[in-house]
């Protein structure tokens, strides 16, 4: 059965695709036409943001005498050169955003821009294979070195101090109290269910009450891509769980959010920024030397899942990452850590 929020997410994904393609070159809709049975919605939304963006850029510094984004005519793919895409990426370090409610500052990274550089290359290996054109000007730009950062996770003994706080809310002001006792339960409830399943904040907030098995200690999920998975949990997160329900089962939802499991003061389903401002706002007063996030604590369960398991492949699967190359990426620095480990089994000589 299809989870209706991932359903109803679909469908408005479906409508902002729609509009975008209003602010882009219109040979882009066979594209994205193309594309649409191998990628997802969001990711074809992503894409459109990231191209929008490049054909603007292309728009003001390569054409200043066209009108609109929309008369390019899909030969201009040929006319840029690799150094006007590299100007592009230049560009993305830093540059000023122009919305129709607020202007802003805006800059890119190694990700940031490597992700954009792959929408590109996407697009033009879709015309390239059509042969609808000849020259591939984007496989001849580099994409930015990724220098590895420390993955930032909980310690054995600040999980701990980070569930006491969400369960105790101590060090919370005295307004922030007040909604604790209500709330108390939901954010329990969630904080364990993110340390204990390595979900994504996208995946918790699309749970619905039905999706939960408790004979199985399982719970239904929708995976980035749109595939559903069962993620298993154990007995401190059934206990949270089980609390969070039974005051749950008195709350009226809003209608058409009944079926949600984690609700919202207004009764409403719980978005992701809700989620995340609740891990920050206990994290910052459990563990305030480190910025925590939902993402972070996904990466708390990953690496305790790999010290425990030592194997990479169980880590990936749980995590729901489709390519174990990602997961490797990620958790590179355990493995050295453990490869550092055997060096000190190995004996060349023996000692007098």
């Known amino acids: 059965m299809t989870n209706e929020f991932n359903a109803r997410q679909n469908q408005k994904n479906i409508i902002q695709l729609r509009e975008l393609l209003k602010e882009l070159p219109t040979f882009l809709e066979t594209f994205f ?63 000023i955003y122009i919305g129709a409610c607020r202007t802003e500052d805006r800059q890119n990274g190694e990700h940031g821009k490597s992700r954009k550089l792959a929408a590109l290359r996407t697009m033009y290996s879709y015309y390239h294979k059509k042969r609808k054109i000849e020259k591939n000007p984007s496989e001849l730009v ?32 005295v307004h922030q109290q007040k909604f604790h006792k209500i709330i108390r339960s939901r954010d329990l409830a969630i904080v364990t269910l993110l340390l204990g399943t390595g979900m994504r904040v996208s995946e918790c907030v699309g749970v619905n009450v039905t999706d939960l098995d408790f004979d199985i200690n399982g719970v239904r999920i929708t995976r ?29 939802p809003t209608q058409g959010h009944d079926d949600a499991l984690f609700l919202s003061l207004q009764r409403k389903r719980i978005t992701t920024r809700a989620v995340q401002n609740l891990v920050k706002k206990y994290a910052r007063l459990a563990t305030p030397l480190k910025t925590i996030t939902p993402h972070k604590l996904r990466s708390t369960f990953g ?23 990602t997961t490797k990426r990620h958790y590179a620095q355990i493995e050295d850590s453990h490869r550092r480990e055997v060096v000190k089994y190995i004996k060349l000589r023996e000692e007098d």
Do not use: W
């Open 224 to 252: 980035k891509g749109g595939n559903e998975s069962i993620v298993y949990f154990g007995g401190e997160v059934e206990t949270a769980l089980r609390g969070y329900l039974c005051q749950r089962e008195k709350i009226t």
């Open 142 to 173: 580099n994409f930015p070195k990724i220098h590895q950062k420390n993955i930032i996770r909980l310690e054995v003994n600040e999980v701990a101090l980070l569930l006491d706080e969400v369960d105790g809310g101590e060090k919370l002001t």
């Open 303 to 325: 690496t305790n899942l790999y010290a425990e398991s030592k194997d990479i492949y169980l880590v990936a699967d749980a995590l729901g990452h489709s390519d174990v190359n």
């Open 33 to 95: 036409r193309g594309i649409s049975d191998i990628t997802s919605v969001r990711t074809r939304v992503a894409y459109a943001y990231d191209l929008k963006l490049f054909f603007n850029f292309i728009l003001e510094n390569k054409y200043p005498d066209a009108v609109d984004v929309r008369d390019l005519k899909l030969n201009v793919l040929e006319e840029i050169s690799p150094e006007d895409i590299e100007q592009y990426m230049e560009y993305l370090s830093y540059y």
